[in-house]
């Protein structure tokens, strides 16, 4: 059991932790990241139950959704160490929301346009 927790510490020192700043802007990370991936999970319920799309036409039209990410995190980095990491969690936090709210109109009938 020592042995693991000195591993753990390793690779991120727990005595962080007490610095709240930190704490909190981890737990409004995973916060955000669960829902982020409870979103992408649904989606492709949506995708394939619904719209009625096979298992490869839904990874495609995921597609966008991923790559979003690979792109906006470099600039969310860059942002975090200018301000810390409250902006970007609180930016992001707030379009998921926005997104998540638009996400209330879907029907089964609407569009992939209507997605994005």
């Known amino acids: 059991m020592q042995r693991l927790l000195r591993f753990f510490d390793l690779m991120l020192p727990l005595r962080l932790f007490a610095n709240p700043a930190f704490s909190v802007a981890n737990l409004a990370g995973l916060i955000v990241f669960f829902v982020t991936m409870g979103t992408v ?22 597609l966008p959704m991923t790559m979003g990410t690979f792109i906006v995190a470099p600039f969310a980095g860059l942002l975090a160490a200018r301000r810390g990491p409250l902006l970007p969690i609180i930016l992001e936090a707030l379009l998921a929301s926005a997104a998540l709210f638009l996400f209330t109109s879907l029907s089964p009938a609407s569009s992939y346009v209507m997605f994005w």
């Not at 319920?45 to 039209?61: D, H, I, K, M, N």
């Open 41 to 62: 999970f649904f989606m492709t319920q949506y995708f394939q139950a619904v719209q009625s799309y096979t298992p490869l036409e839904t990874g495609l039209r995921m």
